[in-house]
């Protein structure tokens, strides 16, 4: 057994050091996120702002989308109460995404790049790296909960005590534990690194989607689902412990899972081996298109599947929300002295979310293309008279059909399952959700056309897009709640568009963003055609 993990604290060592800048920001970043917002809620919470939020809150949309609480009476729904609703969700939620990336990135993906074969030559043990790793990602993880802690704590705020600050980032801190011992353990299933990273997402996917259904009617069974240990703890309320037990226990058990599949399969070997495809190679993998369509089309589906399934799931909701609405006086007048229907306010809000996701497809296809270089890929493409810009403009435009598809998946799922449940009348059409859904097609571009100004100009900062994609998340949706500065929201590219059907279609922000998409393209084909290639970087 000891073979198996010999000199595994020297290869921690050495992943701490080379990882130090990545995990400054990670811990710093996440932690601030986490806590920093906790003053901005005793804004919101100044004369009836916290029934106004519970009554929000016990919306079934609302519920679905950032959980439950459990206060039975606005009375009760002190600030504490309010921040651990609206941010305990999200904050697990991004942890476990960066804890699988970061594991899938440093485990199966290491195995592929045969950098693991490297370090098994030297007199280390043949899991020591996994060991590691999830040591690692442990580490990072209880830093950004004693970091998130530490800044609630600090704000001294009545309802915000020291118990629901611990709780809450202890909460924090496993949803980034879990997420890491998933990716581990995928990472050991499937036969590629990209496989690993998609079904370690798709399983986050999966129990985010299962945990919004039973939120919403019963909300015991969340307890079943993991992802349920990491907010249904109800910090500064009811203060649960056990979860975090069940959740400490489960990454135990998963951990043990990995590593005996681990011990018992090849190097760079997976126990769901790539298909071996056909014995010749169909037609289409002589022309361009067709070859950037077969290496992309795998990742495509997965996404494309995943929009279609979270468009359903949160149309579903529509029902509910009706029925919620006609039981619930304070919320009726709200909404009609607003003049702005719930499910349109709903469907806005949804929407961005949905669009903001259905950004990562495009920018990851985009992305391929600099992975596909520097792996010497296409070094026998670049022999041929196929020219580095035809490359470019194909790819982008199959970014460009998958993010169109992408709209009308999520769009049209969303739309024809809300259509069916609502029982009362309501204003929405089929093309009110279809509209909502183009309406973000130039904000789609504006993100291609950063991918594609990395790729043309510094192809090593392709990935800091999803950094700024998921900073434009943060703001657009806790910005309206925060009530932050206009130029704030607007650093935001999902807030640029007019919230439709919430508002009328505005065509002078769609008309600039579509414009400056365009010319981001177009640089970013000059860039990538005048540059250096990086084949073996």
């Excluded at 589906?301 to 609405?325: C, E, K, N």
Aim: net charge neutral; glycine share 10%.
């Amino acid at each position: 057994m000891k073979e198996k993990f010999a000199l595994w604290y020297l290869l921690f060592l050495e992943y701490i050091k080379r990882d130090w800048k990545k995990i400054l920001f990670w811990v710093v970043g996440l932690a601030a996120f986490s806590g920093g917002f906790a003053p901005y809620f005793d804004d919101i919470a100044q004369g009836s702002g916290l029934v106004g939020m519970y009554e929000t809150m016990q919306n079934p949309a609302m519920m679905a989308m950032v959980g439950p609480t459990p206060i039975t009476n606005s009375g009760d729904y002190t600030i504490g109460a309010m921040y651990a609703n609206e941010m305990l969700l999200f904050c697990g939620l991004f942890a476990m995404i960066i804890s699988v990336l970061h594991v899938v990135g440093h485990t199966r993906k290491e195995e592929d790049l045969g950098l693991q074969e490297l370090i098994r030559s030297f007199r280390v043990g043949r899991q020591a790296n996994s060991l590691a790793v999830i040591l690692e990602n442990t580490l990072i993880n209880v830093l950004v909960g004693v970091g998130t802690a530490v800044l609630l704590i600090s704000f001294d705020m009545s309802s915000i005590d020291v118990t629901g600050s611990l709780l809450f980032a202890a909460s924090i801190a496993l949803a980034g534990i879990l997420g890491g011992v998933l990716g581990l353990l995928v990472a050991q299933i499937m036969a590629t690194s990209a496989g690993a990273t998609g079904g370690a997402l798709s399983i986050v996917g999966v129990l985010y989607l299962l945990r919004a259904v039973t939120d919403v009617s019963h909300v015991q069974w969340s307890m079943v689902n993991p992802m349920g240990w990491t907010y249904l703890t109800y910090p500064f309320t009811e203060n649960r412990w056990y979860p975090i037990v069940f959740g400490v226990i489960f990454a135990l058990v998963v951990t043990l899972i990995a590593f005996l599949l681990e011990g018992n399969r090849d190097l760079s070997d997976g126990y769901l081996p790539e298909w071996e495809g056909r014995g010749k190679a169909p037609r289409s993998l002589l022309s361009v298109p067709g070859l950037l369509f077969r290496n992309n089309r795998g990742v495509a589906i997965g996404w494309l599947i995943g929009y279609g399934v979270m468009g359903l799931a949160y149309g579903s909701i529509y029902g509910d929300m009706q029925t919620f609405m006609e039981g619930n006086d304070l919320m009726k007048q709200m909404f009609t002295h607003s003049g702005i229907s719930l499910e349109a306010s709903f469907t806005a809000t949804i929407m961005m979310v949905m669009i903001g996701l259905a950004v990562i497809l495009p920018v990851v296809v985009i992305n391929k293309l600099y992975a596909a270089e520097t792996r010497l890929y296409l070094s026998q493409i670049f022999a041929t008279k196929v020219s580095r810009g035809q490359l470019y403009w194909w790819n982008m435009i199959l970014a460009f059909l998958f993010a169109l598809l992408a709209i009308l998946i999520s769009s049209g799922g969303l739309g024809g399952s809300a259509l069916a449940v609502m029982s009362t009348k309501t204003t929405l059409t089929m093309a009110s959700f279809m509209e909502a859904g183009l309406n973000y097609l130039p904000v789609i571009l504006f993100f291609m056309g950063l991918a594609g100004l990395a790729l043309g100009f510094a192809p090593g900062l392709g990935k800091l897009i999803y950094a700024y994609l998921g900073y434009s998340f943060a703001i657009s949706y806790f910005g309206g709640i925060l009530d932050l500065p206009t130029w704030v929201n607007k650093t935001s590219a999902l807030n640029w568009p007019a919230q439709m059907p919430m508002e009328d279609f505005d065509w002078v922000p769609f008309a600039l963003t579509l414009a400056v998409s365009l010319v981001m393209i177009i640089m970013g084909a000059i860039g990538y055609r005048n540059r250096d290639l990086k084949e073996g970087a």
